[in-house]
């Protein structure tokens, strides 16, 4: 099955209303952020709470920038994503036009991050999103903010090979 075949299983199925609580699908097997066959991967787990969705992620080797510390693009990665699980709540497809990070302070290595992500406002097909990474119990490290566009599904095509 290719990529976009992954991708466009089980569309309906991820698109459904998402009971509170509940786990939320992949947007497909080997996506970087959330999906459970890739290997460099970071295998996000991501759960409704209410009108917000949450994660916790610990950062490994794999995501090193500075040594000990998460590559400031593997945090970006993991907002991203966090955001596109928004999409399940919101009810369709959309992709993100911009993502601003704060980073505030060292996100480190092995050390265990809550994650939550809310939509705060839409506009047509404008979705305006914020997130923040914490230490457990603790601290923020990290904060984003993002605009999606809602797209039609042909939208994905265009990684379809030529
Ligand atoms: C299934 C979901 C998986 C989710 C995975 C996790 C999320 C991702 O990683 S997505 C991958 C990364 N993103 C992409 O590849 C997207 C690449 N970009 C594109 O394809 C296009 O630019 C796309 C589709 C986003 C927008 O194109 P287009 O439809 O032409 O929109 P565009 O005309 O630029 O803008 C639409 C509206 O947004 C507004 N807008 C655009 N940029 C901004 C901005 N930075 N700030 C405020 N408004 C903006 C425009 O002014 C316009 O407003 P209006 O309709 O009121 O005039």
């Known amino acids: 099955m290719s990529s976009m075949e992954e991708l ?13 609580g509940a786990q939320l699908p992949p947007h497909h097997p080997h996506c970087l952020a959330c999906g459970p066959d890739n290997p ?13 969705v949450h994660a916790t992620h610990v ?3 794999r ?12 945090v970006a990665t993991v907002f991203d994503d966090l955001f596109g699980f928004l999409l399940y709540l919101t009810g369709g497809p959309a992709v993100t ?3 601003e990070v704060l980073y505030d302070s060292p996100v480190i290595l092995g050390t265990t991050y809550d994650l939550a992500a809310r939509v705060t406002r839409t506009e047509g097909r404008k979705l ?13 490290v990290a904060s984003a903010s993002a605009l999606f566009l809602s797209v039609d599904v042909t939208h994905f095509n265009q990684g379809m090979p030529r």
């Open 128 to 140: 305006f999103m914020e997130a923040d990474m914490k230490q457990l119990g603790g601290s923020r």
């Open 97 to 99: 036009r911009k993502l």
């Open 63 to 74: 995501h090193v920038g500075a040594p000990g510390i998460a590559h400031g693009g593997a």
């Open 59 to 61: 950062f490994d080797e």
């Open 40 to 52: 460099h991967g970071h295998h996000l787990t991501v759960h409704r709470r209410g009108e917000e």
């Open 8 to 20: 466009l299983a089980g569309w309906n199925e991820k698109f459904r209303p998402h009971a509170d």
